[in-house]
């Protein structure tokens, strides 16, 4: 039997989840809704449409229309507006959880209090607020190091951290002012020092299948200067793990996932289902756990996604039907480096409308559209990050110097972080560690 498959998103995350579902053995049909014209997806589609994809009406509307029998929600917006718990209403199985238990993204706090409650290790000293009340005398009891996050979704860029986007305790009450004039709510908590990983795990509600651990990076910038974007680029291993991680970091990592996994169960009396993304941090204290999302990760899908072995299908089969402990995952023993060329002007005044050119690049299969547009036939920047390149070899080093051989041959008025999986840089992370520990 044929499976209709609906995407919702239509970034490079996505772009990739439906490369894995091509690959698939299983006869399928993609459908997709889109937020903008993304022609990498669209090729790959039997039918893709643009729509609101978080309004769970046009979504259920459409997945029934086209007898919709699996869907797979890549974006975190959709899983805030209740979109999994819709389709499952529908008898639609989803890849995604429903709305409360999307909760270990959307909110900041629900995830310190879950931590806390079922005594999971890896938690920061922390405080929620919704006024000023307090806020200094916890500044003081921090001192320099500490963290002011948005209790919601802001694409990544909700969270400001002592040192890096704010110089004094003045700066942050002014954020914090900030967050309470727009009635926002918002924690504070002690800043880890180390280096930070991602650790995504495939969840069927109660059983857990980990994949590689990868490195991101947030700064704009060479060297991690400038603001925090939703991510310039990745890392991966072939171990499977980082350079500077030892074997229990990953281990310690993997534990959390599936104690938080459980304590989601106990909360709600039914499991996660989707991907359970832990961003965590090595320091000289062992593994802290940042925060959690709630899908995949972008850039991460693409490193993982990219050596996969298992058919996806398989697994996303084995998620929705809690049956994920008999599912054999596996990936390549390689190692993955991603690079995103962004717009002129980005993260704060990106250009837009301006056009691309990749018909230079020579592995078009490396290439993974994100925030583009088709106008008057020609392909154009949307505003965010453009396309992502990922290049697979042996060794970073090899992998790197593929994903910069590809995204070098990108033309247009954009620009992306050449240091992102090289040598130089990766010393760097593992001699902080080392000083650390």
């Not at 204290?285 to 050596?307: H, T, W």
């Not at 453009?386 to 954009?414: M, Y």
């Amino acid at each position: 039997m044929t499976k209709k498959i609906l995407v919702l998103g239509s970034g490079a995350r996505e772009h990739s989840i439906i490369r894995a579902i091509e690959r698939s053995s299983k006869p399928n049909k993609i459908f997709c809704i889109a937020s903008n014209m993304n022609p990498g997806i669209a090729n790959l589609c039997d039918e893709f449409i643009i729509d609101d994809f978080n309004n769970t009406e046009i979504v259920t509307n459409y997945a029934t229309k086209k007898n919709i029998t699996l869907a797979i929600i890549g974006p975190e917006n959709p899983l805030q507006k209740g979109v999994a718990d819709a389709l499952w209403n529908e008898k639609i199985k989803v890849v995604g959880p429903k709305k409360e238990l999307a909760q270990i993204e959307t909110s900041k706090a629900f995830t310190r209090n879950l931590l806390k409650k079922h005594k999971i290790s890896g938690g920061p000293k922390y405080k929620t607020f919704d006024s000023m009340v307090g806020v200094l005398g916890f500044l003081e009891d921090l001192g320099d190091n500490y963290v002011v996050k948005f209790d919601g979704l802001a694409g990544g860029k909700g969270v400001k951290v002592s040192g890096d986007h704010l110089a004094s305790h003045k700066d942050a009450l002014a954020y914090c002012e900030e967050l309470i004039h727009k009635n926002h709510e918002f924690v504070i908590e002690e800043k880890f020092i180390g280096q930070e990983f991602s650790l995504m795990s495939f969840c069927d509600g109660e059983n857990l299948k980990h994949m590689p651990a990868v490195q991101d990076h947030k700064r704009v910038f060479d060297n991690d200067q400038g603001p925090n974007t939703g991510g310039m680029g990745t890392y991966s291993d072939a171990d499977h793990s980082l350079p500077f991680l030892r074997k229990e970091e990953i281990q310690k990592a993997q534990y959390i996932n599936q104690e938080t996994a459980n304590a989601l169960k106990k909360e709600f009396g039914y499991g996660f289902k989707g991907v359970l993304y832990g961003g965590f941090m090595a320091t000289k204290d062992g593994v802290k756990l940042i925060e959690y999302n709630a899908r995949f990760g972008d850039p991460e899908a693409m490193n993982v996604l990219s050596i996969l072995k298992t058919d996806f299908l398989d697994i996303c089969d084995g998620i929705t039907q809690g049956t994920l402990d008999q599912i054999d995952v596996q990936f390549k023993n390689k190692a993955t480096v991603c690079k995103y060329a962004v717009p002129e002007g980005y993260p704060d005044k990106p250009i837009k409308g301006e056009k691309i050119d990749l018909s230079k690049v020579e592995d078009q299969d490396s290439l993974f559209y994100a925030s583009v547009d088709v106008i008057d036939g020609a392909l154009v920047e949307a505003g965010s990050r453009t396309v992502a390149v990922v290049g697979v070899d042996e060794t970073i080093e090899k992998a790197e110097k593929l994903a910069q051989r590809e995204i070098s041959k990108i033309k247009g008025p954009l620009f992306y972080r050449k240091d992102i999986g090289t040598s130089k840089l990766i010393q760097k992370k593992i001699n902080h560690m080392d000083s650390l520990r």
